[in-house]
């Protein structure tokens, strides 16, 4: 079975899967529709998803995996696919939101055994 999934459809889709998440969790829009709409959801199951990128991404996927996918099984593979394609542009382009790495060091005896 093929899955018809094309590469240039999911950049599109995966573009615009991170630039409607993006918009509807953290931007303002015009005449500050979208903070109006977050703050109209309050703390509502619409109003959670809103408030946390990787949740939204997977909701906003959903539409997108019907539009590429040619079959059931080519929906499926590209909803999860959309959804991680826009978290790691989201955490590509929020590199100033990103906190260090945590440095581990670990003392280990490095003498050979008697």
Not at 10 to 34: K, M, N, Q, S
Not at 92 to 107: C, D, M, Q, R, Y
């Amino acid at each position: 079975m093929s899955l018809h999934l094309t590469f240039q459809d999911f950049v599109i889709a995966a573009l615009a899967v991170w630039r409607l998440t993006h918009l509807l969790w953290g931007e303002d829009g015009p005449w500050d529709c979208f903070v109006r709409f977050r703050r109209l959801a309050g703390a509502s199951t619409i109003g959670r998803v809103l408030d946390c990128f990787n949740c939204l991404s997977v909701w906003i996927a959903i539409p997108f995996a019907c539009w590429i996918g040619a079959s059931w099984p080519g929906r499926f593979i590209a909803w999860p696919a959309l959804s991680g394609a826009a978290i790691l542009l989201e955490r590509i382009t929020s590199w100033h939101n990103l906190s260090p790495a945590v440095a581990v060091w670990e003392k280990t005896d490095v003498s050979a055994p008697e």
